[in-house]
Nanobody, 124 residues
Framework: QVQLVESGGGLVQAGASLRLSCAAS????????MGWFRQAPGKEREFVAA????????AYADSLKGRFTISRDNAKNTVYLEMNSLKPEDTAVYYC?????????????????WGQGTQVTVSS
């Protein structure tokens, strides 16, 4: 049983940066692949970024590549999402997810555990 808690969201202006955090408990963090997803109002949940359990592979949505960076700190049981040059279209609830021995998969259906989400709002 793994519990995930996101934090770090907020209201920012276009062009600003935010770092989201996802704190994990209830399992051996280093055994889990981690992903970030987001869901805007009226939209389906979409893939943002992922990192394999081994930390040697990452994946990003094509539209976000170069602006967002996923990282993990196994000593702190935390995965991060660094978001730069934020745009109004980045406004969404951001979720982290975990998959036991998972790779850098963009498929949300393959993840086993999910956090409650943190709101990111980007104003123009």
């Amino acid at each position: 049983q793994v519990q995930l808690v996101e934090s770090g969201g907020g209201l920012v202006q276009a062009g600003a940066s935010l770092r989201l955090s996802c704190a994990a408990s209830g399992g051996t963090f280093s055994n889990y692949g981690m992903g970030w997803f987001r869901q805007a109002p009226g939209k389906e949940r979409e893939f943002v970024a992922a990192m394999s359990w081994s930390g040697d592979r990452t994946a990003y949505a094509d539209s976000l590549k170069g602006r967002f960076t996923i990282s993990r700190d196994n000593a702190k049981n935390t995965v991060y999402l660094e978001m730069n040059s934020l745009k109004p279209e980045d406004t969404a609830v951001y979720y982290c997810a975990a998959k036991f021995l998972g790779g850098n998969t963009p498929e949300s259906r393959l993840y086993d555990y999910w956090g409650q989400g943190t709101q990111v709002t980007v104003s123009s």
